[in-house]
C-alpha cells in the first residue's frame, strides 16, 4: 500500500507527520490517537522530566516522538508516542479494543507491574529488586534495592493477554545484584568501625544502612550514603553521651527525692494571687524578717542581691548566697540565695 501524502495526516503538529512510519496509514493514526489515554505504549512528559521543569513539552518533541493529543491545562498533560511503537501500539488495539472499561483494565495490568517491581523509565522498562545483604556482626540483615532492565516485548505482551504466569516465565527469576560481595564488605566495615567506639547505640545504626540500601543507587554513591549515615550516627551518638553525663553530673532526675524532709512535714501552702504592685513582694518580706531562720529564694543573682539588701536595710542580719559567692553574714537570720542553691535537707521557719 502507497503511503498517504503527510497533509493527509491528521496530528497536534502537523510537523510530526514526517515521522511516522510510511506504512501507518491516517486511518490506523487516528485509531492511536483516539486511544492516547489508554494505550500503554503512549507516554506523557513527566514519565522523562519533572513535571515542573524548563521546556516540559520540548522534551519528547527534541527525542523524536509523535504528539498525538496536546495538553489541557489543568486537567490532562499531552500524549506522545514512538514512532517506532506505532506497530506495537496497534497490535494492542487489535488484542484489547477501544471500548468502555479498557481505562480500567490497564491501570489493573498496570498496578500489576507495580506489583512485580516493574515500571516504565523514560523509554524503557525497569524492574526493581530487593536483595538481602547479610553482615558479620549480630547477623544484621540489610536490603539492598537495585534495578535491571527488562525487555519490552514480554510487558506488551502482558498489557495484551494479562497473562501473568506468562510475564513471570518470560523475566524468568531475580537477577542477583552484582556488586553484593563489594557492597557487604563495606557495610561490614562500617559496622565494625562503629561497633568498636560504641555498643549501647549500636542497634540504631542498622536501620539507617537498611534506609540508605533502599533507594536504588550506583555503587558509588550508595557507599557514599551509607558513610554519611554512619557519620550521622556517630554524631547523634556523641549527643546522647552528651546529655548523659549531663544528667549524671547535675542529677536532675534525682533532685525530687532530696525534699525527703519536707515531704515529712505534711504542710499546708497557701498561694497568693494578685496584680503587679498589689503588695504581695512587700508583705512576703515582712514576714521574713520577722522569722528566727527564713530564706529568700530568687530566679536571678540581682535579685538575690536585692533582697539581701532589702533585709539589710530593715536590720535583719542576712547572708549572700549565689552560684558565684557566698557572703555570710555575722549572726544572720536569713539567706539571700539564688534558686539553685537551696538546700532541701535543713528546715527554716519562713521561706
Not at 19 to 30: D, E, G, M, T, Y
Not at 102 to 126: H, K
Not at 303 to 322: K, Q, Y
Request: aromatic share 6%; charged share 20%.
Amino acid at each position: 500500500m502507497t503511503a498517504p501524502h503527510p497533509d493527509a495526516l491528521k496530528l497536534a503538529n502537523p510537523r510530526h507527520a514526517g515521522r511516522v512510519p510510511k506504512h501507518i496509514n491516517a486511518a490506523q493514526l487516528a485509531r492511536i490517537r483516539h486511544s492516547a489515554y489508554t494505550l500503554p505504549q503512549v507516554v506523557k512528559p513527566a514519565d522523562f522530566v519533572d513535571d515542573d521543569a524548563a521546556g516540559l513539552e520540548d522534551h519528547l518533541d527534541q527525542l523524536g516522538y509523535v504528539l498525538l493529543q496536546k495538553p489541557v491545562a489543568g486537567a490532562r498533560p499531552s500524549r506522545w508516542i514512538a514512532p517506532g511503537l506505532m506497530d506495537e501500539a496497534l497490535l494492542h488495539l487489535d488484542a484489547v479494543g477501544s471500548a468502555a472499561g479498557v481505562r480500567a483494565l490497564m491501570v489493573g495490568r498496570t498496578n500489576a507491574l507495580d506489583a512485580l517491581g516493574i515500571a516504565r523509565e523514560g523509554a524503557a522498562w525497569a524492574r526493581t529488586v530487593t536483595q538481602p545483604l547479610a553482615l558479620a556482626l549480630h547477623r544484621w540483615r540489610v536490603p539492598v534495592v537495585f534495578g535491571t532492565p527488562v525487555d519490552a516485548a514480554p510487558v506488551w505482551a502482558f498489557y495484551r493477554s494479562g497473562d501473568l504466569a506468562a510475564l513471570n516465565t518470560a523475566l524468568g527469576p531475580a537477577p542477583v545484584y552484582p556488586h553484593a560481595a563489594e557492597l557487604t564488605a563495606h557495610l561490614d566495615a562500617l559496622a565494625a568501625r562503629s561497633a568498636s567506639n560504641e555498643t549501647r547505640h549500636l542497634d540504631a545504626l542498622l536501620p539507617r544502612l537498611q534506609a540508605e540500601c533502599a533507594r536504588p543507587l550506583p555503587l558509588a554513591e550508595l557507599k557514599a550514603a551509607c558513610n554519611r549515615a554512619q557519620e550521622r550516627w556517630e554524631q547523634r551518638v556523641a549527643e546522647l553521651d552528651t546529655l548523659d553525663g549531663l544528667n549524671a553530673e547535675l542529677a536532675f532526675q534525682g533532685y525530687p527525692d532530696t525534699f525527703e524532709m519536707a515531704r515529712k512535714l505534711q504542710r499546708s501552702v497557701t498561694l497568693y494571687v494578685g496584680a503587679p504592685n498589689s503588695g504581695k513582694t512587700h508583705a512576703a518580706f515582712e514576714r521574713l524578717a520577722q522569722a528566727h531562720d527564713g530564706a529568700y529564694l530568687a530566679p536571678l543573682r540581682l535579685l538575690a542581691l536585692e533582697g539581701r539588701d532589702r533585709l539589710v536595710a530593715r536590720g535583719v542580719p542576712c547572708s549572700l548566697l549565689t552560684g558565684e559567692e557566698n557572703v555570710p553574714a555575722n549572726g544572720a537570720l536569713a539567706v539571700s540565695s539564688t534558686i539553685e542553691m537551696v538546700s532541701t535537707t535543713r528546715a527554716v521557719d519562713v521561706a
